[in-house]
């Protein structure tokens, strides 16, 4: 199982440009969550989706950003006309299901994806 | 509410001491309490967790307990080691969606 793939690892963009990091998740795995980290911070959640469906974006900033997990395909979060601000660790981890009855997600993450904005 | 305080922000002690991280949260319906270790550069990586239907739980040196009605855990690390210095989140799933919501780290140095 090569776990949660994240690319591109290193992403470079200049302010205005539009930058798409890529999630695939875990064999088996129908949930994918996106977490923002800053340098020295925590892990802000901004969205959690499952296969055509976002479940929870309430983490993610209202203009600029969207994210999508198609039936074919990885996860993809898009942020267009990025400023300095988006510079950040991008973490995508994914679960094989929900919390219902029988208990909560166990979230296993991707390595991230590390963006810096010139 | 979904908001985890996580206390202490950082925490240094000699090897082999003991180490104690502690979380407190606001949603009732959370019952899912994991604890993630990130080194620098890395990723986040599940080191224990625990359900609401127990209070306490060990693995080796890491234990972590849990009082649902205070609504607080925490993460207990024996016989330190150089090698466990690195920054612990704490998190607990919220009762809507199941997403994770994450306490703000702490940064333990493992003094040899």
């Known amino acids: 199982n090569a776990g949660v793939m994240q690319n591109p690892r290193h992403l470079v963009r200049r302010r205005g440009q539009e930058a798409r990091l890529r999630c695939s998740p875990m064999?088996?795995?129908?949930?994918v969550y996106w977490y923002r980290q800053l340098p020295e911070e925590g892990l802000k959640f901004m969205v959690y989706?499952?296969?055509?469906?976002?479940?929870?974006e309430s983490g993610m900033p209202k203009e600029r950003f969207s994210a999508e997990f198609p039936k074919e395909g990885p996860s993809i979060l898009r942020i267009q006309q990025v400023v300095r601000g988006d510079s950040a660790a991008y973490f995508c981890?994914?679960?094989?299901?929900?919390?219902?009855?029988?208990?909560?997600?166990?979230?296993?993450f991707g390595a991230g994806s590390r963006l810096t904005v010139l | 509410g979904e908001n985890v305080e996580q206390h202490p922000s950082t925490l240094s002690v000699q090897e082999g001491d003991s180490a104690v991280i502690k979380c407190t949260y606001s949603d009732s319906a959370s019952n899912y309490f994991p604890w993630y270790k990130q080194e620098l550069g890395k990723r986040p990586q599940l080191i224990i967790d625990i359900r609401s239907n127990v209070g306490e739980k060990k693995d080796q040196r890491i234990a972590v307990t849990l009082n649902k009605t205070a609504k607080h855990f925490s993460l207990h690390i024996t016989e330190t080691q150089p090698e466990d210095s690195a920054v612990y989140f704490c998190?607990?799933?919220?009762?809507?969606?199941?997403?994770?919501?994450f306490g703000q780290g702490t940064t333990l140095q493992v003094k040899p």
């Open positions: 998190a607990h799933n919220s009762g809507n969606t199941g997403k994770l919501i």
């Open positions: 989706l499952q296969k055509e469906n976002i479940i929870d």
């Open positions: 981890a994914s679960s094989p299901r929900t919390g219902l009855i029988s208990g909560a997600n166990v979230l296993t």
């Open positions: 064999k088996g795995h129908s949930h």
